[in-house]
């Protein structure tokens, strides 16, 4: 099993341009989870799908998006970037009825 | 705002020696874990204590937890240089289950 992989792995962007962060799962998880991670903050928690076809809010949710479009994916979008956003995200996933989150290797994003 | 604060921020340690993170949180919890990250990796999950447990074991770490004190504290037993990376603790509170992660602590372990 390759876990939880995300793509892409480094990514540069100008103000005001969008992008997707793409998150797969290959273990039939439940429940996946977009985290953010800046200095000095640990993870805060943007979105969270705690099943296939639903999604809710995290702790920082505002200027993203998120799509659970299947049981194996969950990607989040950035409509206009902003240099706040400047951040490594993290895609995390847990099966259902387990309380450990299994993360992947992250996507380091900045904005200029 | 986050949920679980820790200390020290950094720890710096000789190969061999004990280490000990500690973690306190504000709002009532289902579990606590802890989490490893290895510099620009993503997280690893390392133990899981539950609200109704005082102490546990994996291997060369242990856990313990106060639900008085609203504290928890990692020990990593004779350290080693492969053990160097940041600790998170997460907690789930009693409403749901996501995760509320701490700021971390940097452990370096020198040979």
């Known amino acids: 099993n390759a876990g939880v992989t995300q793509t892409p792995k480094f990514q540069v962007l100008k103000t005001g341009q969008s992008m997707t962060l793409q998150c797969a799962q290959d273990m039939n998880h439940n429940s996946m989870y977009w985290y953010r991670q800046d200095p000095g903050m640990g993870l805060r928690l943007i979105y969270y799908?705690?099943?296939?076809?639903?999604?809710d809010k995290g702790e920082v949710p505002n200027g993203y998006n998120v799509s659970r479009l299947n049981k194996r994916e969950f990607s989040l979008r950035l409509e206009s970037a902003a240099p706040s956003q400047t951040s490594v995200y993290f895609c995390a996933s847990n099966p259902q009825g387990t309380y450990e989150q299994y993360f992947g290797p992250g996507t380091r994003l900045t904005v200029t | 705002s986050q949920q679980g604060e820790e200390d020290p921020q950094a720890l710096s340690i000789q190969e061999g020696e004990n280490a000990t993170m500690n973690c306190s949180y504000k709002t009532s919890i289902n579990n606590l874990q802890w989490y490893r990250q290895n510099s620009g990796r993503g997280l690893v999950h390392l133990i899981l204590i539950r609200s109704n447990e005082r102490e546990k074991h994996s291997g060369r770490l242990r856990v313990t937890l106060d639900t008085s004190k609203k504290s928890s504290s990692l020990l990593i037993t004779a350290s080693r240089a492969a053990d160097t990376a940041s600790y998170f603790c997460a907690t789930e509170g009693t409403s749901g289950s996501r995760l509320t992660f701490g700021e971390g602590t940097q452990l370096t372990v020198n040979p």
């Open positions: 799908s705690a099943s296939e076809g639903t999604t």
